[in-house]
């Protein structure tokens, strides 16, 4: 026990006394968050639209107030001219056509029902499919707002076929929505959990990746294979010290994201906290692996960077799991972020407790042990 | 022999030596011939953002014939899969949290009755919202089936539809991959022409040889050139090849001209070559060096290109710092031309922006490459 205090004391001593180490520990993961939590967002609003209105009546006018008013969308253009409108689209202007056909108002008077074009740039991706939704939404609400009220007016303003009485709530099925967890649709509260758990990893994988690369390059890790350390007190004081850190690093950057972001917290600190001490293990192993696999420095940053690079994408971080091809999905249960993405989110945001993440965190736990041991293993005393 | 042959022989002779270096480091030549191709099957296959298969959860306090018919439309529709069915809506709560279902709906007691009566009845939508996006999406899909159904036992009567008629330009089926290889082929070149040649160029520094270079008869710009060109060899091989896998793995079209893609392209390789030599000069050990080149270009390119990220997503200082990323104006030109298949008369300003970039970079990096000769 006194040998691996002693290792991993001057383990802590390195990292503080090396300025620049200590920057990139504590004040970069602070640095990335601010960044990342505001360029990784599909959040949407404000989509530019182009509105054609061949109607313009008190219906279609009533409808582009619609989209306005719902705040996702803004007019950046408006004509009579489809060819102004598709030119604006070929270069990339527009996400957004709506498309008011003449005869809106009289078909929705005389038949009860009228059709509009909605033309959408899927070249901006993701983007597509939610704009869709939200216009089909205000399509939905505006109908039977014009059941209720509006439809009734304009006719007998016009007073062309207003003969019909207003029959309302007749077997109507009413459907009211409630977004749970995130009622504001706030892109942040998605992303910030997930954030953290990216930016503990990054720290830890690359410090620890780095290490015994450092200690092989400096040639010290020789004076350390002629004491009478074990390796598996080897790797418990290499191990150590950055655990600390990442749990130092997890405190300060959920501290951050309450502060600046107001992300809530709904579930247990404690159990965030005993996931993450479970968590932190496998990453640190990960990166103790690689670093007594590899033989410089520059590998370890190059081998780190590609794997990382892999299991930030496929954790589930920025895209969801459930949209992911069926052997993805399959892929990435073997990926420890994954599962500690998924505990983040439903403790914090959510308010999961023990019995709804006992699944992935069991996962964790073995994957810990497995790691562990591999680097135990592959970390050999004698150089060859 | 004239000074002329011996020098252009000299500049072969440094392109022969980079090749072998390059052929000889295998661990770092698997990484960078193996990246753009693990690269286009995840982003393909695992950043996807279309819905599918949504978990959805019935609360029915009782059944009848109504509630019924509405939950075997939902099972009939290929978006739902059913996950069980409950009778009360406290039990939701749970299955959000495991993350068992994604979406609830809860009908109110004595649905069929109500409807009967004239009576509204109630059935409501409660989505996992954590993820926004999805959640807006479920939303939109469950409103969907229930206003089927209603418009069927409703026919007749005074309901007011506007119906849209949806078109989706440009990637009709939406397929994640035709939006993703475009912007990967920035990240490819980036990675290959930025990172390398920093690295290889901070290497010669660190271990010395670069003075030894510098003593020879060649000149400033051939070393440079000599130093870069078999990057740029690999990276327009690389772009090859991504384009063609893509091709054959993902359908993903290319409607414009190959010509003017492949030339945009050598510009952009122009301009992260020149973006490599500038933060090869302005550093000493490659651990900076590849940190400058991490932080410079390859973050820029993954987060304010609009490569995944749309760039209308972001508030508006990063948008501002988004428009000096010269790959944000390669993946409009390269995804205008895959999927659009417009041609110079549309990209004359991206093209123009790129060129400016090209000239100034290529102007700013020899120079201060010329600057460590005096």
Redesign the interface.
Known sequence: MRRIRFLAWAEVLHVVRDRATLAQVLVLPLLQLL??S???????????TYVVDFDRTTASRG?IDRFVASGNFSIVGRSASLDLANEE????RI?LLLTIPHDFESS?VRD???????????????????V??????I??A???E??STL?PTIANVRSTVGD?P??R???????????????T???K??MVPGLLVALVTLIATLVSAQNIAREKELGTLEQLNVTPLTRGQFIAAKLLPFWVLGMLDLAIGLTAGWLIFDIPVRGSLLLLFGSAAVYLVAALAIGLWISAMVET???A???T??IMN?YL??SGL???I????A??QTV?LFNPVRHFV?IS??VL?????PA??A?PLAVLAAFAVVTLALAIRQYSKRTA | MTPLTSRSSALLGLLRKETFHILRDR??LI?ITL?PV?QVI??G?????????V?LAIVDPSPDYATLALRARFGATSAFRIVGVLPRAADV??L????LA?EAIVFEPDFAMR??Q????????????????????V???A??V??G??RE??AG????????????????T?E?SN?FVPGLMAFVLTIISSLMTA?SLTREKETGTLETLLVSPLRPWQIVVGKVAPYLLIGFVSVIGVIIEARIVFNVPLVGSVLLLLAEGVLFILVSLSLGILISARTSS??VA?FGA?VGTMLPTM??SGF???L????WP?RAVSIIVPARWFV?VA??IM??G?GLG?LWRETVVLLAMAMALLTLSTRSFKARLE
């Open positions: 960044v990342l505001n360029a990784a967002t599909f959040e949407i609003r404000d989509v530019p409808l689209m070929l270069r990339g996400t929705l009860h029902s009228a059709r509009v074009q909605l033309a959408v740039n899927a070249e901006k991706g993701s983007a597509a499919g939610v869709q939704s939200y216009a089909v939404r399509l939905t505006y109908s039977a014009l059941g439809l019909q207003p029959v709530g007749g077997g109507r099925i009413e459907t009211p929505l409630r977004s749970r967890y995130n009622q649709l706030n892109y509260h998605y420095q520059q590998q940053m190059f081998v960077f590609f892999i994408l496929m920025f895209t969801p459930d949209s992911m091809a052997w993805v990435s998924t989110r439903a945001v959510k308010g999961a407790g709804e993440i699944g | 661990r770092t990484v990246m693990i995840i982003f296959y695992a950043i996807r953002t279309d819905v599918e298969n978990r709560d749970g959000f949290q495991q993350g994604q409807l009967g004239g009576l509204p009845a109630r059935v409501q939508i409660i989505t996992d919202a954590t993820e926004p996006n999805t959640g807006s999406t939303q939109a899909y409103l969907q229930i206003q159904y209603e036992i409703r009567s005074d309901a007011v539809r506007i119906v849209p008629d949806v078109r989706t330009r440009f990637n009709p939406r994640s939006l690295i490659q651990r590849m991490l987060l304010l995944i990220f749309p209308e997503s972001l508030p990063l409009t995804r205008s999927l659009k417009v549309y």
